[in-house]
Every structure is written in C-alpha cells, then in structure tokens.
C-alpha cells in the first residue's frame, strides 16, 4: 500500500470514527463518559481534516471517502470497539511516520498518533469502569 493509499484509508477511517462517536455518546447520559467521549469525538473530526489537507497538498485535489458507519448493539460493545480502533490507529500512524513523503506530513501524523493513544486511555478508563 503505497503512502497515498495508507492517507485515503486514514482520512475514511477518521470520518467513520467521528460518526461513531457522535452516535456512542447517544447510548450513554454518564457525564464523565460523555466527556471522555467528546475529546476525541472532537480530535477525530480534527485528523479528518489536517489528513484531507495533507492529501489536497500531496495531490492538488481532496479525497472523496467512503462513508460506511460503524455498527454496534450495546454501549459497552461500542467502548470496546472503540478502544481497539485507537490502538491500531496509533500503530498506523507510527508505521506511516517511517514513509512521510515530505516535511508537511510529519505534524498531522505525529499529533493523530499521539491523540489516539490519549484516545484509548479514555476508552480503556470507560470499558473498566463498566465491568
């Protein structure tokens, strides 16, 4: 997969988990979970957009993404789910670092990295606190 290919995945699956947290927060009134929620609701949204200006600079055009939705039955299935999407998103995130195709590249990977490890703490602090 070549660096292109790995932001147009990112840049899908950022808006997909933007999507799926707006809908998560529907299925709990926990304060603290909604606030847990909201930060990287926020974040995701946030990489969505730096990884579709990345793509505008690399290709002079913006990627048009699937919009598939995630789909889960309870909110603590959601949690979990969550949680391994941010730990596999950090991996990407890292492995793409090691093919940045110019300068501009680094800041957006590096910040989506380190905010999904932030990412999954919260969701790793929700999922245990639901056991």
């Not at 909604?34 to 974040?43: A, R, S």
């Not at 699937?66 to 950090?90: C, I, N, S, W, Y």
């Not at 999954?120 to 606190?129: C, E, G, K, V």
Request: no cysteine; aromatic share 16%; hydrophobic share 35%.
């Amino acid at each position: 997969m070549t660096f292109l290919e790995k932001l147009e995945k990112a840049i899908t699956d950022e808006w997909k988990a933007y999507h799926f947290y707006k809908e998560l927060k529907t299925k709990t009134n926990n304060p603290l979970f909604l606030e847990f929620i909201e930060e990287p609701m926020q974040d995701e949204k946030k990489h969505y957009e730096m990884f579709q200006y990345l793509h505008y600079l690399l290709t002079g055009n913006y990627y048009e993404n699937e919009q598939e939705k995630v789909k889960f039955t309870t909110f603590k299935e959601g949690v979990l789910m969550a949680l391994k999407d941010e730990l596999e998103a950090a991996d990407f995130y890292r492995d793409m670092l090691f093919e940045l195709p110019n300068q501009q590249a680094y800041q957006p990977l590096f910040t989506a990295m380190t905010d999904e490890m932030n990412h999954a703490t919260r969701f790793s602090t929700i999922y245990n606190s639901l056991k």
